[in-house]
C-alpha cells in the first residue's frame, strides 16, 4: 500500500512537471525575462557600426550559424539540367494575363526530379516585376483555371479537399484562390510565380524521397545533422526558380518578391536570407522558426516544432529544445539577414499560436541593421493596432482573423512593394 502510495505521487509530480514544460504558453506574464541577442555585437563581443563590418563579420558569421545549427548546409552543387515551357497562352485571367508553365528538371545519379512553376504575367508590362511563393496543395489549387497541370508529386490525404491516396486530383482545382489574390496583382502591374513545395521534397519525415537524395554520398541515408532538413530544401528550389525567372525575358529578375505562408513563410525567409537575388521578402504568419521570437516561448516552441515537425529543421536544432535560453540567436538575426532589402511580417490577431507580439517584436530588434543602411524599419517598440499597417523598408500588420492569407495581406503586400522597389503600373 505504501509503495502504491508512493508510486501515485511520483506519478503525479512527473505529469505537473511535464504540464508546465509542454503546454503551449499564451500568458504574456509568463513569458521569460531573457536578454535578445544583439545584431550588432559579434559573437566575440566586438561591436558593428558600419555596412563594411556588417558584411564582412556579422553577416558571414550569423548566416553560417543559422546554416549550420538550425535550417542545415546544402551539402553540394545541382544545376538545372532542362527547363521546357509545357504549356503556355496569351489569354488568361479573361484576357489580361500570360500564362506560363514551366517545369525544371534535374538528373543525377540515376535519379530525375522535376517541378513546374506557374506564372501568371500582366499582359501590357514588358518585364514584370512578380511574387513567388510556393503553394500547399498543388499549382491548381490556386485558380480555376482549368489549364493548369495536375501534379502527380504526393501530397498529405485532405478530406476536405478531396485528396485522397496521397494523390492530388481535379476535386481541388481551385479550392485555395482565397489565398492568392491573382488579380489584384495582375491589375498592380505585377506577376505571380508559383510552385507545389512537395515537388521539392514532400512535407513528411522521409529522407528517402525529394532532392535530398540527389547529394547523398555513397551510402548515407538522410542528411548529416548539420545538413538540411525540409526547409532548406524548399528555399532551395526557390533559388532554382529565381535561376530559370533570371533566364525569362517577361520577368523583371531585379525585382522578384519571395513570399510564403506559415511553414512556408519560414520558408521564404530563409530563401531570402540565403539568396540575394530576391529583392524583398515577405513572411506571412510564419510563427516558430520564422519571423517568431524563440527565447519568448510563446505558443508553438522549439521542441513542439522539432517534435510535430523532425524533418524542418536540421538535427543540430534539437539541441534547443525547451533550452531556448542557450541560443546564441533569435528569428530577429535570421530577419536581419535580409537587410537591406525590404522584408514584410504579417501576423494575424487569432494566431496566437505564431506569437504575433514575437514575430512583431523580431521586425523591431532588426531594424539596427536596416538602421545601418539608412533604411527605415520599425522603430518602435509598440506594437500597432490591427489593421494598421506600418510600411518602412521593414514592414508589419497584425490583421484581424485567423492563421491564413487574405486578399488585406496581398492589398498590403502589393502597396509596400510598389513604394519599395518603385514599381509603377
Ligand atoms: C503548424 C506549425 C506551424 C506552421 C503551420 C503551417 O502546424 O506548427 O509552425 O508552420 O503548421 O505551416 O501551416
Known amino acids: 500500500m505504501k509503495q502504491l502510495t508512493f508510486f501515485f505521487i511520483f506519478y503525479f509530480l512527473v ?3 511535464f504540464a508546465q514544460k509542454f503546454v503551449p504558453n499564451y500568458d ?3 513569458v521569460p525575462d531573457f536578454e535578445v541577442p544583439d545584431p550588432l555585437v559579434s559573437f566575440k563581443q566586438k561591436e558593428i557600426n558600419s555596412k563594411k563590418d556588417w558584411e564582412k563579420k556579422r553577416r558571414p558569421e550569423l548566416l553560417d550559424w543559422f546554416t549550420q545549427n538550425m535550417f542545415g548546409e546544402v551539402p553540394g552543387d545541382l544545376r538545372i539540367v532542362s527547363y521546357e515551357i509545357i504549356e503556355e497562352s496569351d489569354d488568361a485571367l479573361n484576357g489580361k494575363a500570360k500564362r506560363k508553365q514551366v517545369e525544371i528538371s534535374f538528373k543525377k545519379k540515376g535519379l530525375t526530379l522535376d517541378f513546374t512553376i506557374l506564372i501568371y504575367l500582366p499582359k501590357d508590362v514588358q518585364k514584370a516585376p ?4 510556393y503553394n500547399f496543395y498543388g499549382n491548381h489549387t490556386i485558380s ?7 501534379s502527380d508529386a504526393w501530397a498529405s490525404n485532405n478530406a476536405s479537399l478531396g485528396i485522397q491516396y496521397n494523390q492530388l486530383n481535379e476535386k481541388s482545382r481551385g479550392v485555395r484562390t482565397n489565398r492568392w489574390a491573382i488579380e489584384k496583382i495582375i491589375d498592380a502591374g505585377m506577376g505571380l510565380a508559383t510552385v507545389y513545395y512537395s515537388e521539392l521534397d514532400p512535407d513528411k519525415n522521409d529522407f528517402s524521397d525529394g532532392i535530398h537524395p540527389f547529394f547523398y554520398k555513397n551510402g548515407q541515408e538522410m542528411p548529416a545533422v548539420n545538413e538540411w532538413g525540409s526547409i532548406a530544401a524548399w528555399a532551395w528550389g526557390l533559388s532554382r526558380a529565381m535561376d530559370y525567372l533570371e533566364k525569362d ?5 531585379s525585382k522578384v518578391i ?12 530563409w530563401a531570402g536570407a540565403t539568396d540575394e537575388r530576391f529583392a524583398a521578402v515577405i513572411s506571412n504568419n510564419s510563427g516558430c522558426g520564422g519571423a517568431a521570437l524563440s527565447k519568448r516561448k510563446f505558443g508553438e516552441t522549439v521542441w513542439r516544432i522539432n517534435s510535430s515537425f523532425p524533418h524542418w529543421f536540421c538535427k543540430r536544432f534539437y539541441r534547443f529544445n525547451n533550452k531556448e535560453e542557450n541560443l546564441p540567436v533569435d528569428q530577429h538575426q535570421l530577419l536581419a539577414l535580409i537587410a537591406p532589402r525590404p522584408l514584410y511580417v504579417a501576423s494575424a490577431e487569432e494566431d496566437q499560436w505564431a506569437d ?3 514575430e512583431f517584436l523580431s521586425t523591431f530588434y532588426a531594424t539596427p541593421v536596416y538602421n545601418l543602411y539608412g533604411k527605415k524599419g520599425i ?10 499597417p506600418v510600411q518602412n523598408t521593414v514592414a508589419y500588420h497584425i490583421r484581424t482573423g485567423k492563421h491564413d492569407v487574405t486578399d488585406y495581406d496581398w492589398e498590403q503586400y502589393i502597396k509596400w512593394a510598389k513604394q519599395e522597389l518603385k514599381i509603377e503600373e
Open 28 to 30: 504574456e506574464s509568463k
Open 249 to 253: 525575358d517577361d520577368v523583371d529578375a
Open 144 to 150: 480555376d483555371d482549368v489549364n493548369i497541370v495536375i
Open 130 to 133: 512578380l511574387f513567388i511563393g
Open 379 to 388: 522603430e518602435t517598440i509598440e506594437m500597432p493596432e490591427v489593421n494598421q
Open 356 to 358: 504575433p507580439k514575437g
Open 15 to 17: 505529469q505537473i512537471c
Open 258 to 269: 519571395v513570399f510564403g505562408h506559415s511553414r512556408l513563410g519560414k520558408t521564404s525567409l
